[in-house]
């Protein structure tokens, strides 16, 4: 059987990383590499770098840091923010990537998900799709949710499904920042229509909220930001914690 | 003196598995040159992607039967694990027949591909060594078949080869240059053999 991942999320604006951190043993808390290294070493699944000011900027730092996390990880890395062509997913790879995400440039060009598929695998693609629930339709919106968009989460997950993606990260926009839970019904819901594995964003506050999302969802991953960045949930303490509900983890 | 040599055929990631070994303090070069791979200490078979696109890379370098012919450890990753059986269902694509096993894709009523971590157990195998029931990263949709070569067990419903070995040949489906200490250990294990 499959363990039940837990993966923190990286927001990188400028070679930094946003969304403060306070690990009290980084001398540099900003410092994504140390962040990434310590996360690591704490336990984390996977790692998740969102290139924020990917659209509105140039490259610059961004490419040469990837390269130096990728090096110090010994864990999945995913990358995400600004790709828009099956060359940036290759220059990417080359520098150790694992994974790459893409969100509003699939919306904008669906084909680019087969593109990529066909051409590395759907095994690193992971689609991220952002909703928001308006008068009982949980619509898609992109360009860091600023945007909303004609697609319905649910056969938008669909078309991205069939044409090649491999995984999918579903961040409630209703949820995030609230710390008051997963979008738990969409998530099951989602997990119903796809038959890909699916990483639950948006909501975690608590050890009970992640328990509560594996099980009455059938999602593989639950993804977090704050709660880990400012230590407020240790990923091994939420680890015991899964594992005392039966839930599987490494 | 470790030699590493990491078989370069364009089919897929190297540079992570490099990484990894850097990790470890071993230096090693990304070769498609075949007396270069010959001439290393342990041969690296790396792969990802789509089997019967990755054969015919492999069959465009010539590497096949510098491959087969090596007497050096030589351990398959992922894809590279697979293109060393006898065949996958994936293509379909004839395999390079060094373990005696055949590749076919997950029919079961879990999703498919099976990405993330998931516990080996181990068969009593020195590439094992400190690693029983360790977890592993895996990322497939297509598995080998349980036989007398499999050195280590993982299930998805049905139980499959996380692990197989025959001679100085071994390959793993998961990615220990992605499986933390557990993978590190595994590749430690690796380079100790000879």
């Given at each position: 059987m499959i363990s039940k991942r837990i993966i923190p999320c990286l927001d990188i604006k400028d070679g930094r990383t946003v969304k403060g951190v306070n690990f009290v043993d980084l001398k540099d808390a900003g410092d994504p590499v140390a962040l990434a290294s310590s996360y690591s070493k704490r336990g984390a699944d996977e790692l998740v770098f969102l290139d924020i000011s990917a659209t509105e900027e140039g490259r610059g730092a961004f490419e040469p840091l990837i390269y130096e996390v990728a090096k110090t990880l010994s864990i999945p890395f995913t990358v995400g923010g600004g790709i828009r062509s099956t060359d940036k997913v290759s220059s990417l790879l080359q520098k150790g990537v694992d994974k790459v995400a893409i969100n509003s440039s699939a919306v904008q060009r669906p084909e680019l998900v087969s593109e990529i598929a066909n051409k590395f695998g759907s095994q690193c693609l992971v689609v991220a799709i952002d909703a928001k629930c308006i008068e009982g339709t949980w619509r898609v919106h992109t360009v860091g949710g600023k945007q909303s968009e004609a697609l319905e989460l649910f056969s938008w997950a669909e078309e991205v499904?069939?044409?090649?993606?491999?995984?999918?990260?579903?961040?409630?926009?209703?949820?995030?920042?609230?710390?008051?839970?997963?979008?738990?019904?969409?998530?099951?819901e989602l997990s119903d229509r796809v038959n890909i594995p699916i990483i639950a964003s948006g909501g975690a506050g608590t050890k009970e909220h992640f328990s509560e999302v594996f099980l009455k969802s059938n999602v593989d991953a639950a993804l977090a930001a704050s709660v880990f960045h400012f230590s407020e949930i240790e990923i091994a303490d939420l680890k015991d914690y899964l594992r005392s509900k039966n839930i599987l983890v490494r | 003196m470790k030699q590493v040599a990491i078989i370069d055929y364009g089919a897929g990631n190297v540079q992570s598995v490099q990484f990894a070994f850097e990790r470890l303090g071993i230096q090693s070069v990304v070769t498609s040159d075949s007396s270069e791979i010959q001439r290393a200490s342990h041969v690296i078979f790396p792969g990802v992607g789509h089997a019967k696109a990755a054969k015919s890379h492999l069959i465009e370098t010539g590497l096949i039967d510098v491959i087969k012919s090596l007497n050096q450890p030589v351990l398959g990753i992922c894809l590279g694990m697979q293109l060393l059986c006898n065949q996958t269902e994936e293509g379909p694509t004839k395999g390079?027949?060094?373990?005696?096993?055949?590749?076919?894709?997950?029919?079961?009523?879990?999703?498919?591909?099976?990405?993330?971590?998931?516990?080996?157990?181990?068969?009593?195998?020195?590439?094992?060594?400190?690693?029983?029931?360790e977890q592993f990263y895996f990322v497939h949709s297509y598995y080998a078949e349980v036989s007398e070569q499999t050195i280590g067990l993982a299930d998805y419903q049905i139980s499959y080869s996380a692990a197989l070995a025959n001679k100085n040949f071994l390959g793993v489906q998961f990615h220990p240059e992605r499986s933390g200490k557990a993978g590190e250990q595994l590749l430690t294990n690796f380079l100790k053999l000879s």
């Open positions: 499904t069939n044409r090649g993606a491999g995984e999918l990260l579903f961040t409630s926009m209703d949820h995030d920042g609230t710390k008051a839970g997963f979008a738990i019904e969409a998530l099951a | 390079l027949q060094i373990f005696d096993t055949s590749v076919v894709k997950f029919d079961v009523d879990l999703k498919v591909p099976a990405v993330g971590w998931a516990p080996v157990k181990s068969i009593n195998h020195p590439l094992f060594e400190r690693l029983d029931n």
